[in-house]
């Protein structure tokens, strides 16, 4: 992975510069990376939308934005040098003509032109033939694009197509927002930077791991867009399944993109279908019904503003994974993600495998297994659950549970964790695609989703009820249950 700090400056373009994802994520993040002194002097900002604006117009918005989200006061010093950057160019996408407009205010012999399509799938090709109508793209032009690539292999294969008429896979950055997060990041440090854990790491160890990425928010206003996604495909199919690969690939031969992607895709190739035969044993669909979340009462899926009430969308999936190969063979992966849960937390445990031969049975039937535990969100850091003697001179040895705890916050002193979004666009716009989506992995996690989601739709039952507030339906329970385990919770 290329770590200079310098990097050839960007014009960074961002089409749907009004929109959402802009308001609320990226200026915050270029603020964030401006303050940290981490966007090159000459990199310059173009700012795309259709409304009719000027600079100073869209930089009030910017600025409000901005603030609304820091929870710091702005600095005006930063963004001072922030506004100087932008400028606001208003383009009707639809319109190739408009595209022109670009060429006055981008410099290609002195810039890299990074293009942030901050904006539905459905448009990109607009995008694609605007660009290369108005002769905007060279070799160096990149493209960086956002989930959901598609709802289903045949969607995502289209957009791959309308992007790769024009772009070249190694100039198409496909963001997943997890992969900019620290510890998934930590992951990589963690099992190959530590001989205990790249000896310790398959079935011979491990008994099996858990991932849980929980959220005590609901759709957020986004019916429209949730109702036909559902937490499969919303979050599994990218967030969860990318941080598996994390957990379950090959060493990489180095950390250059090429070497990490190869290492991804075969977890992904590996990963056992889920279909008719087998999905009611090993997924649980659920739905959050109106309930309690730190003492506020919310309302159920169905009651959410412009909901269908007849609505069977899951927004809580728990499942069972097993991966065929040499590694993880006997190991399974619980996997679960649900909105409306009790609180926002997503964490990794993987469980260790009981000891053979127990010598201090007398006092203890059973030793409780190793566990590590990595911890994501909303504080970062690493625990491992293990047993010591409790001091003491008489009688047997009494032992207990104990931690060693790795908090991110005490370890690094308080050192400013940064956002997933800084991170990648940092990385996009320093030209390092390692913590991006090849098309091949998209692909291949589509094919194994659409394949849950057909045997769903064969199912005559619904997705379970659960209470707003609690960690989702009985049956995710009964789900380890059958195989003797229990959720850790
Ligand atoms: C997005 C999903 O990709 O990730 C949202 O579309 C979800 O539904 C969000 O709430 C969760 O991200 P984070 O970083 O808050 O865990």
């Known amino acids: 992975m290329k770590s200079t700090k310098r990097y050839k400056p960007c014009d960074l373009i961002i089409f749907g510069a009004l929109g959402d994802l802009t308001k609320r994520k990226l200026l915050l993040s270029l603020y964030r990376l401006d303050s940290s002194n981490l966007l090159e002097p000459e990199t310059r900002i173009v700012a795309v939308d259709r409304v009719v604006q000027d600079t100073d117009g869209y930089l009030k918005i910017a600025q409000k934005s901005i603030s609304e989200f820091l929870p710091e006061p702005l600095d005006n010093e930063v963004w001072v040098r922030m506004s100087a950057r932008f400028t606001y160019v208003q383009i009707d996408i639809t319109d190739a003509e408009q595209f022109k407009k670009l060429t006055s205010v981008i410099d290609q012999k002195k810039r890299v032109m990074v293009n942030y399509l901050a904006i539905p799938p459905f448009l990109f090709n607009h995008i694609c033939s605007g660009l290369q109508k108005s002769k905007l793209i060279n070799k160096e032009t990149r493209i960086v694009i956002e989930k959901p690539i598609g709802h289903d292999l045949k969607s995502s294969r289209q957009i791959n197509d309308t992007v790769a008429a024009v772009f070249a896979e190694d100039q198409i950055y496909r963001i997943d927002h997890y992969l900019g997060k620290e510890t998934v990041l930590n992951l990589l440090a963690l099992r190959f930077a530590n001989s205990i854990f790249t000896t310790n790491w398959s079935h011979n160890t491990i008994d099996h791991i858990q991932i849980t990425v929980a959220e005590d928010i609901g759709i957020e206003g986004r019916w429209d867009y949730f109702d036909k996604s559902g937490q499969l495909r919303d979050m599994l199919q990218n967030h969860l399944l990318q941080i598996l690969t994390f957990i379950a690939m090959e060493p990489p031969v180095n950390l250059e993109a090429q070497s990490i992607h190869n290492e991804k895709i075969k ?223």
């Open 267 to 489: 977890v992904l190739q590996a990963l056992r279908p889920i279909a008719d035969y087998n999905v009611e044993k090993r997924t649980v669909r659920g739905q959050y019904t109106k309930g309690y979340i730190k003492g506020q009462f919310v309302p159920g899926y169905l009651e959410e503003e412009g909901a269908n009430t007849h609505s069977s969308t899951e927004s809580f999936v728990a499942m069972r994974i097993d991966i065929d190969n040499w590694r993880w063979a006997g190991v399974p992966f619980y996997l679960r993600t649900g909105k409306r849960m009790s609180y926002k937390r997503t964490e990794i445990v993987v469980y260790f495998k009981q000891l053979p031969h127990n010598i201090f049975k007398d006092s203890y039937r059973n030793l409780p297994p190793n566990k590590l535990i990595i911890h994501l969100q909303p504080k970062e850091g690493v625990e491992i659950e293990m047993l010591n003697k409790v001091p003491g001179i008489d009688g047997a040895i009494k032992l207990q549970q104990t931690k060693l705890d790795l908090s991110f916050s005490d370890t690094f002193n308080n050192q400013r964790v940064f956002g997933g979004y800084e991170r990648l666009l940092l990385e996009s716009m320093r030209g390092n695609s390692t913590l991006f989506i090849s098309r091949e992995e998209t692909e291949q996690a589509w094919t194994w989703v659409d394949s849950i989601q057909r045997a769903w739709a064969h199912l005559s039952d619904k997705p379970r009820s659960y209470t707003a507030g609690t960690w989702g339906p009985n049956a995710a329970d009964a789900l380890l249950a059958r195989d003797g385990r229990t959720w850790e919770d």
